[in-house]
Every structure is written in C-alpha cells, then in structure tokens.
C-alpha cells in the first residue's frame, strides 16, 4: 500500500482549496451558497492580454522557453519592477515560476535546511507554513494581533530571530487582513534587520496593484536599500489582471539566490508556459486601465463590506487597505448557543454556523493562524456581498 514520503505527512491541504472545494460539493448537492472564500478576482482577464496569448499560439510561440522566461518577459518584469519601486535588478536577479506560490515554494527548496528558521507573521496566507514544513524549515509562527493592525512589530520581529533563522516572511498587503506596511513600518523592521545579517526576508507583494491609500506600496528594499541582497521580492500577475488560471509568477532577488532557484526550476518544470508567458508580458506592458478600475470596484466593495459587517451586533472589522479581503472578529459569537442547541466555541464552529444556518461560506481565523476571526473575500459581486452579510446578521441575531 502507498505511503506517502514523510514531507508530505507533514505538511496539510490548502485551507482555501479545501473551502472551495466544500462550496462546490454543497452547489452540487443544489443547495445554493453565498460564497465569499473565494481568493481570486471574479472579472475576466483582459481582452488584450488574452489576445496576446493567441498571437502567440499562432505565432508558434509554443515551445519550451529558458529557464529564466522569453526576452520580452524579462524585460517586462525588470521594466514593471522599475515603475513600481524605482528599483533596478539586473536579468540574473529575477526569477518566474508557475504562479508566486511556485516561486515561494522553489525559494524555499533552494534555501532551506533541515531545522532552518522561518519567520512567519500571523494572520498569514494558508500555504506559508505548509511549504516551509514540505522543505524541512521549521516555521515560527508570530502572532500580530489586531492590535499592532495584524502587522509583525519590531520588538515582536526582534523577539523571533536567532542564528537559526533563514527567512522572514512579509506579505504587504496581506491575505488575509489586507493590511499593508507604512515606509515608516518596514524602515523599523530593516533597522531590527541590521543586527541579524544573515537573515533573509521574502517579500510577498503579489496584491500590490490592489491598493486603497494614496500612491503606491513601500517595498521593503526601497526603503532599506541597503537590505536589496538579501530580500526576495515576489510578485505575479494571478490578482492584479484577473490571471490566476496563467500560472505565471515572478520574483526579484540576489543572483546567488536567484541562480539556486533557477537550478532547481530547470529540474522541475523548465519553463512556465510559452504562451502564459507572452500574455503575461503583454499584463505588464499593456494598457493599465483595467488594474486601475478594478481597484476602484474593489474599493466599492470594500466599503459596503466593511460597514455591513460592523453594523453585525458582535462582529468588527477594521478597514482593510489593501487586496480583497476583510479580515472579521467574531469574538462577539463565541460561547454563544445556536438555535439547535450547539454552544459556539471557536471560529470554525462559528463559519460551519454560517454555512448551515445562512449558507454564507467563508474561511475560519484559525486556517490563518488567529482566531477568533473569520475572513471574507469581497472579489465577488455587490449583490452577492449585502445579501451574504444580511444573512450573517440574521444567524448572528439567532444565537443566544
Ligand atoms: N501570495 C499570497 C499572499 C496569495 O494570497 C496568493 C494567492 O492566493 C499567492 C501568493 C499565489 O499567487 P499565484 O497565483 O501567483 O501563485
């Protein structure tokens, strides 16, 4: 009988894929649910970018590529980096992979040894900690609460780092809190970062684009320059242009770092595809005008979540700057009774709550490493977000 190798004992499923994946079994069942679990935008990839892509079937375009991606990818990645950040890398210094989860997880391949350190701030996307296990790292998970804006704080970073420490894991804005880090935030971390010169810090930037405040995200190595040899900045095009199905991802970082990802990259993949390729390079290159106005409807959104959701007797929310998700207290809920009986003791009890009693889905805090919270993603229409929160707010009034 099969049995698994023991980094794939140690390691468990996506939270998010597993939520996904109970939404559909419940639509199948023909029970119709108000799904707000979902990680990705609900628009259409753009016209442009999707015409790109058959230019490039028909052009035959469909080969293995190098390694570190066709020419004009990478001139597009080291363009759109420039833009962003006023940061220029050469082309040894940035890496693609299929989707930013791939490149996170080859960096961690590339780097890791067995009971090598991560720094992983929590709330933290479901997979960090998962693929530092899968790669014989050991996380160290440091809880940033609602207090601190769910952002790792100095003295919390400084109290996390010892000479077994390999990486730090910063995502700005984050998933699943949407917060994002001030120039003033990251310029503190570098300073902590002074003292541990063999630190490494990976940078998980991929919701930039999908920012609210005025201008554009600080990036750690803009701020701290003097940080840029040992900071892998990653980034995609997955959220920003409606690419998730692309599977292209890319990161920018010291070319010994980057020469030890591509080395492993040409073991397990080569490439990512030609095609994802030349339409990803068209994302970067082409008319902006959707991120800009995809912002603004998420913005919309944003808001009407936000004040939904605190106006829930029991529920609070703080604004989130950044990506598409709320991240939600329900402390408020806990230790209360359903209708039926059951004492809620947890925010998993509280999200199972929902999907029976209001058949709103969406994932519990614990999945992200801080409970008691559920997150909602408001990558979905309007309507579908008041109705969900009319529901909730009924549920919640239901509970004594
Ligand atoms: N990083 C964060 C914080 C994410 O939320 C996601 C997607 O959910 C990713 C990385 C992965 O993005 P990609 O589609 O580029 O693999």
């Known amino acids: 009988e099969f049995e698994p190798a023991s980094r794939v004992s140690r390691i468990k499923s996506s939270a998010s894929v597993a939520a996904a994946a109970r939404v559909r079994e419940l639509k199948a069942e023909g029970r119709r649910i108000l799904d707000l679990t979902v990680g990705e935008p609900d628009f259409d990839t753009p016209e442009h970018i999707k015409a790109a892509a058959v230019e490039a079937i028909s052009k035959g375009e469909t080969k293995y590529t190098s390694v570190t991606g066709t020419p004009a990818l990478q001139k597009a990645i080291l363009q759109t980096i420039e833009l962003r950040s006023g940061l220029r890398y050469a082309p040894a210094e940035i890496t693609i992979g299929g989707g930013a989860k791939q490149v996170i997880f080859t960096a961690f391949m590339a780097s890791l040894d067995a009971g090598d ?14 693929m530092v296990l899968a790669n014989e790292g050991t996380p160290v998970v440091v809880t ?64 930039d684009q999908i920012y609210f405040g005025a201008g554009r995200i600080s990036s750690l190595v803009e701020v701290a320059p003097e940080l840029k040899d040992r900071v892998l900045a990653v980034n995609g095009v997955s959220k920003a242009y409606a690419m998730t199905g692309w599977r292209l991802g890319f990161a920018a970082g010291p070319a010994p770092l980057i020469a030890a990802i591509n080395k492993l990259q040409s073991q397990i993949s080569s490439c990512p595809s030609s095609v994802s390729q030349a339409a990803s390079a068209a994302a970067l290159t082409g008319d902006q005008t959707f991120v800009r106005e995809s912002v ?40 209360k ?38 997150r909602i993603s408001y990558a979905t229409s309007l309507d579908v977000i008041e109705e969900s929160i009319a529901a909730i707010d009924k549920a919640v009034r239901a509970l004594s």
Do not use: H
């Open 117 to 130: 350190e991560v720094v992983v701030p929590a709330p933290y996307w479901v997979s960090y900690p998962d």
């Open 296 to 335: 603004e409807v998420y913005r919309s959104r944003r808001d009407a979540a936000v004040a939904a959701l605190n106006a829930v007797d029991g529920l609070s929310c703080a604004t989130p700057e950044g990506a598409f998700y709320a991240y939600v207290n329900c402390g408020g809920a806990i230790g």
């Open 144 to 207: 940033c609460g609602e207090e601190s804006g769910f952002k790792l704080t100095p003295e919390a970073l400084a109290g996390a780092l010892n000479e077994r420490t390999k990486w730090v894991i910063l995502n700005t804005p984050s998933n699943p809190t949407g917060a994002v880090y001030s120039k003033a935030e990251l310029r503190a971390l570098a300073d902590v970062l002074a003292d541990f010169p063999n630190v490494f810090v990976l940078t998980d930037e991929i919701y």
């Open 337 to 374: 009774t359903t209708p039926e009986g059951k004492v809620i003791a947890n925010d998993e009890d509280f999200t199972l709550y929902l999907l029976e009693a209001a058949s709103v889905a969406v994932i519990q805090g614990s999945a992200y490493g801080l409970g008691p919270y559920f």
